[in-house]
């Protein structure tokens, strides 16, 4: 994934919109540059959003015209489909292997990764990133990481990921340079795996 620069800050020059995607920008560099650390996402002051605020986040900082976006059952809705083409003004896509980004509100039913863009052998950015939403960040399953971004080794113990989350994981990140991103949000916080972390 590349997310050299943020896309969506010039067309949204509200008061105080412009300071939230840059400090929301700098927490998902954060994120994705120390893979499974909690870092803190400010979200937008948008009450009618219906998306959790940090998703919001999420969504403001890398959607755009050129990035098409799946959501799964829980996200799509009328709300949230018209809140996306009016706020980022990103087209959805119909089914996972068409989308650049996918939004998951529930993690027990999305589809497995395989089933999302995994880049090209001459492009690997071309490759989808997968926002999950978690109960929580903390207090499921331990999961020792190792990678680039990580010192030693860190642990992260996400609540509510499918079973078959890890082993597939597994394979996304022996894939590598294809594969899926994924950011993990509990709705106030995100963790970045980026496809070259790996589990030990």
């Known amino acids: 994934m590349n997310i ?12 105080g919109t412009v300071h ?26 948008e009450p009618a959003c219906p998306l959790p605020p940090a998703v919001a986040a999420i969504a403001h900082c890398l959607l755009d ?26 087209p959805l896509a119909e089914e996972p292997g068409a989308a650049s980004f ?18 090209e052998p001459n492009d690997p950015d071309r490759s989808a990133t997968l926002v999950l939403c978690v109960a929580s960040l903390v207090g499921g399953s331990p999961v020792r990481l190792l990678g680039p971004g990580i010192k030693t ?21 022996r894939s590598f340079p294809l594969g899926v991103d994924i ?11 980026p496809r070259t972390t790996r589990r030990s």
Not at 29 to 45: K, M, T, W
Not at 78 to 90: D, H, N, S
Request: hydrophobic share 50%; net charge neutral.
């Open 20 to 45: 939230a995607d840059a400090q929301a920008f700098r927490g998902l560099l954060r994120a994705l540059s120390r893979p499974g650390e909690i870092v803190a996402l400010a979200g937008r002051a």
């Open 153 to 173: 080794s860190t642990t992260l113990s996400p609540e509510g990921l499918p079973a078959w989350f890890w082993p597939a994981w597994d394979r996304n990140s």
């Open 183 to 193: 950011l993990v949000t509990d709705g106030a916080c995100v963790v970045g795996l």
């Open 65 to 90: 015209f050129d990035t098409p976006v799946w959501l799964d059952a829980v996200f799509r809705v009328a709300a949230v489909r018209r809140y996306l083409e009016l706020a980022c003004a990103a």
């Open 102 to 119: 996918a939004l998951i509100g529930g993690v027990d039913a999305m589809p497995p990764l395989e089933a999302f863009r995994p880049g």
């Open 4 to 15: 050299a620069s943020p896309p969506s800050l010039a067309p949204r020059p509200a008061p």
